[in-house]
Each structure stands twice: as structure tokens, then as C-alpha cells.
């Protein structure tokens, strides 16, 4: 069974930075894609990062030379690094997980929160 459980969210002010973490249970990680998607009040979740089992990632241009997706295959985590973060990036932000996506693994979510 796949279970993920992310970390990390939180209040933070404009221009800030927080690091969210995703630990998966199962044996699953190294094949399977990861990523993070987050949902703001009001508007559909929308995908913010993802590496594929080789390590190649994507990001949207909304966060793109903010966002940074990465690994540790050993701890069976995913990270996102959050820099300059800006009020548009409050969310509730999830961790996801899947062989093929859109994924079909998801995580509780995460608050974060950013102040201007």
C-alpha cells in the first residue's frame, strides 16, 4: 500500500523560503514518478513539480527558477525547496506519487501559508 506523508508547510513572509518533505512507505519510490501539486481556496490544484524515477523534473512557469524538486531514494523522500515565495503561492500543497501520471497516489497536504 502506498502512503505518503508530507511535512514541512507553514507560515513564512513574502520573499521567504520553506523546504517540504514527502516520506512514502512501500517499496515503490525508486520506479515510481513524484511530485507536488497544491490547491488554493477557490481554484483547482495544479501541479508545481515533478522527477520521474530517472531524475529528470518540470515545473510550471509560475514556479520555475523558484521551485526545486528533489530526491533521496535511500529515505524514500521527495523534496520541494521554496524560494521567493510570493502571497500567490499560499495553498494547501500535496505530495503525489504514480508509475504513470497524473498520479493516482496523493498525500493529506501540507499548509502553506505565505504573508505579504
Known amino acids: 500500500q502506498v502512503q505518503l506523508v508530507e511535512s514541512g508547510g507553514g507560515l513564512v513572509q513574502a520573499g521567504g523560503s520553506l523546504r517540504l518533505s514527502c516520506v512514502a512507505s512501500?517499496?515503490?519510490?525508486?520506479?515510481?514518478?513524484m511530485g507536488w501539486y497544491r490547491q488554493a481556496p477557490g481554484k483547482q490544484r495544479e501541479s508545481v513539480a515533478l522527477?520521474?524515477?530517472?531524475?529528470?523534473?518540470d515545473y510550471p512557469d509560475s514556479v520555475k527558477g523558484r521551485f526545486t524538486i528533489s530526491k533521496d531514494n535511500a529515505k524514500n523522500t521527495v523534496y520541494l525547496q521554496m524560494n521567493s515565495l510570493t502571497p500567490e503561492d499560499t495553498a494547501v500543497y500535496y505530495c503525489?506519487?504514480?508509475?504513470?501520471?497524473?498520479?493516482?497516489?496523493w498525500g493529506q497536504g501540507t499548509q502553506v501559508t505565505v504573508s505579504s
Open positions: 503525489a506519487s504514480g508509475i504513470t501520471w497524473p498520479p493516482n497516489y
Open positions: 522527477i520521474t524515477r530517472y531524475g529528470a523534473t
Open positions: 512501500g517499496s515503490f519510490f525508486s520506479i515510481h514518478t
